[in-house]
């Protein structure tokens, strides 16, 4: 069991440019999770995989943001045309259908300058 | 969706107990109540979680009041490694995402 692990660790990119992470599950974890962590806030739910199947989005989760899960193992989120209020620590978790609990990774920190 | 208030910040003392406290009056007869907490630079990492009956496990105990208003977290003894923010959470079941609120900032004084 190696963890959740999340691709790259920190971003830097300019505003209006498209970025995109990836977040490795548990292995056979069926339910995966994006969340966004601005300082001193509690993490924001985005959005959730049951498998492939993408079952919610968060309102908060604009058009400029997408999540793909194509295999139901590894999920990529993209941020087209970025700006600065999308500076944030992007957290993925994962957990086995019917666990109650999330295992986190140690996400994804994106500055845009 | 029933919420959660706990304080912002809590101190305590390396080796000591420490209580944290979290009021969710709103609480219907479905809502577990959850707790993760945060280390800084982590993401968060769950903690303990109860329905009814106060849960013990290695990392600490939950105390659930018979109202089920309100809950407890309880660290027997506080290390510096225990230093992160405690999120209290509802949820109905493990098919509903977790919402998180502000937490309480933990600090652990030597």
């Known amino acids: 069991d190696t963890g959740v692990s999340q691709d790259p660790r920190h971003k830097i990119t300019k505003r209006g440019q498209n970025v995109t992470f990836r977040c490795d599950p548990i292995?056979?974890?069926?339910?995966l999770y994006w969340y966004r962590q601005t300082l001193g806030q509690g993490p924001e739910f985005l959005t959730y995989?049951?498998?492939?199947?993408?079952?919610?989005k968060s309102r908060l989760l604009s058009d400029r943001f997408s999540a793909e899960r194509p295999k139901g193992s590894f999920s990529t989120l993209e941020i087209q045309r970025t700006e600065q209020g999308d500076s944030a620590m992007y957290l993925c978790?994962?957990?086995?259908?019917?666990?109650?609990?999330?295992?986190f990774g140690s996400g994804t920190q994106l500055s845009v300058l | 969706d029933a919420k959660t208030t706990q304080p912002n910040s809590m101190e305590s003392n390396e080796e000591e107990p420490v209580h944290l406290p979290c009021n969710h009056s709103?609480?219907?007869?479905?809502?577990?109540i959850h707790w993760y907490r945060q280390l800084p630079s982590q993401g968060p990492e769950y903690v303990i979680h109860?329905?009814?009956s106060n849960v013990n496990n290695r990392m600490a105990s939950l105390a659930i009041a018979e109202d089920r208003k309100s809950s407890t977290l309880i660290l027997h003894r506080a290390t510096l490694r225990d230093a992160a923010v405690y999120y209290c959470i509802l949820r109905k079941t493990s098919y509903d995402k977790v919402i998180f609120g502000p937490g309480t900032s933990l600090s652990v004084i030597p």
């Open positions: 709103t609480i219907s007869g479905t809502d577990y």
């Open positions: 292995s056979e974890h069926n339910r």
């Open positions: 978790a994962s957990s086995p259908t019917g666990v109650e609990k999330l295992f």
């Open positions: 109860g329905l009814t």
């Open positions: 995989f049951q498998n492939e199947a993408q079952l919610e």
